[in-house]
């Protein structure tokens, strides 16, 4: 093979090589997307749980307004179809995500909690302006559906 075609071969392998290393760590535009959702989603849980739990903790004053308004938005939260968001191949491989591949190998269990907390949160919201004892009271199972589905399908910090 003449010095022309061996370097030509020799720069295509290299290129192909690399694009495949490159695909491998990247994620396409819809796994992207997904990963963008489901992370503005969960920050919006983050939010709205901060201000009802900080009066669950007694570290602000209970004002209702803001429980009602925290919890009926969680409750919307929770109401989303979030389907479009656990998309294959964005588990704890990629940098960023702490969702288990356990989500997609058990996905009747994951849409098992989801249904729990929209079950929970609808509960919370129709009590969390009815005074901090009503509050604090709807809020536990909410809590624990949380906790619950975070053991099973998402993966600790690092």
Same mark, same amino acid.
């Not at 989303?80 to 288990?100: C, F, H, L, N, Q």
């Not at 709807?138 to 690092?158: D, I, K, L, T, W």
């Given at each position: ?15 192909? +090589? ?55 938005? +969680?409750?919307? +939260? ?81």
């Amino acid at each position: 093979m003449p010095i022309k075609g061996l370097t030509l071969l020799s720069v295509a392998s290299v290129f192909t +090589l690399v694009s495949a290393a490159f695909a491998a760590g990247h994620l396409t535009q819809d796994q992207q997307r997904a990963m963008d959702a489901r992370n503005a989603h969960m920050t919006l849980y983050s939010f709205n749980l901060g201000k009802v739990g900080a009066m669950v903790q007694d570290r602000v004053p209970y004002d209702a307004d803001v429980a009602s308004a925290a919890a009926a938005n +969680l409750a919307a +939260l929770a109401a989303i179809d979030e389907a479009g968001y656990w998309v294959e191949g964005t588990d704890t491989s990629i940098e960023g995500s702490r969702a288990k591949p356990e989500i997609w190998a058990d996905m009747a269990g994951f849409e098992a909690e989801q249904v729990k907390l929209a079950t929970a949160t609808a509960a919370f919201a129709a009590v969390a302006g009815d005074g901090l004892d009503a509050m604090k009271a709807g809020f536990g199972p909410v809590g624990q559906s949380c906790s619950s589905c975070h053991e099973s399908y998402r993966a600790p910090r690092e």
